[in-house]
């Protein structure tokens, strides 16, 4: 479950792995910079995605093997190692003790214990109910009837506060910036423009930073795959334009 820093649960259709600009303004639209994941071992053992390659060597490495040990019991080394030794996880064994070690950690009491138990318990009862309005837990459902996420990407929907799922865990997630979607201001020949609009002499841009190729020339809402083709465009008129500069 997906809460803000004064433990809302955060509305449809903001989910991890949905909306994630909607959900990125809703965050934000709280006046805090920070927001809360609460969830249980037996779901961070198989949902919990970390970014990097060095974070998921059974893929990187292209190791079948390594790949398929995520059926099995226990969290990936990578992270077990975030549980163990992160200072924004944190782990209990009752709502109560979560919420209280959660607003330690921020150093504030942003968090009220009933109101949190309120809202996971809401969400349990969704489990028992095949009608439930619950979307998160409709989507669970969904994501689970193809073989592959629900063996190795996708827990059994089941009751957060249920001792046997346990223990909890909360994780403080961060704000983080990543990329510009452009940044620079440039011209069909990929000159770098001054705030007059004029060509900087000179100085070119490619890739994402240029203000219409990389991330840019596919809008606000651009995916990541979808750089590769602007980033790969710029860099060729960049180098035409090089060349025409130098003659």
């Not at 259709?13 to 990125?24: K, M, R, S, V």
């Not at 919990?48 to 974070?55: H, K, M, N, R, V």
């Not at 109101?115 to 459902?141: G, H, P, S, W, Y």
Request: with cysteine.
């Amino acid at each position: 479950m997906w809460f803000d820093a004064e433990g809302n649960r955060l509305s449809t259709p903001n989910f991890p792995g949905f909306d994630t600009l909607g959900t990125l303004k809703t965050i934000m639209d709280t006046g805090y910079d920070y927001s809360w994941f609460i969830l249980t071992q037996k779901i961070i053992e198989k949902e919990f995605a970390l970014s990097g390659s060095e974070q998921n060597p059974d893929l990187t490495g292209k190791s079948i093997k390594k790949v398929l040990k995520r059926i099995l019991p226990g969290a990936p080394d990578p992270v077990q190692a975030f549980i163990d030794y992160g200072e924004d996880f944190i782990v209990a064994d009752s709502i109560e003790n979560l919420v209280i070690k959660m607003n330690r950690l921020t150093g504030k009491k942003l968090l009220n214990i009933e109101k949190v138990r309120q809202q996971v318990e809401a969400r349990d009862r969704a489990i028992e109910n095949k009608f439930t309005k619950d979307l998160q837990v409709t989507a669970m459902i969904g994501a689970r009837n193809y073989l592959g996420d629900k063996l190795i990407r996708t827990a059994k929907p089941h009751k957060l506060l249920d001792p046997k799922n346990g223990p909890l865990l909360a994780v403080r997630l961060h704000i983080l910036s990543r990329k510009t979607l452009g940044g620079l201001q440039t011209d069909l020949s990929c000159r770098v423009l001054s705030v007059r609009g004029e060509p900087i002499p000179g100085l070119y841009a490619a890739g994402e930073v240029a203000g219409f190729g990389g991330g840019g020339i596919h809008g606000y809402r651009s995916l990541e795959g979808t750089f590769l083709g602007g980033c790969l465009y710029t860099g060729k008129r960049a180098a035409a334009g090089i060349l025409e500069y130098l003659r």
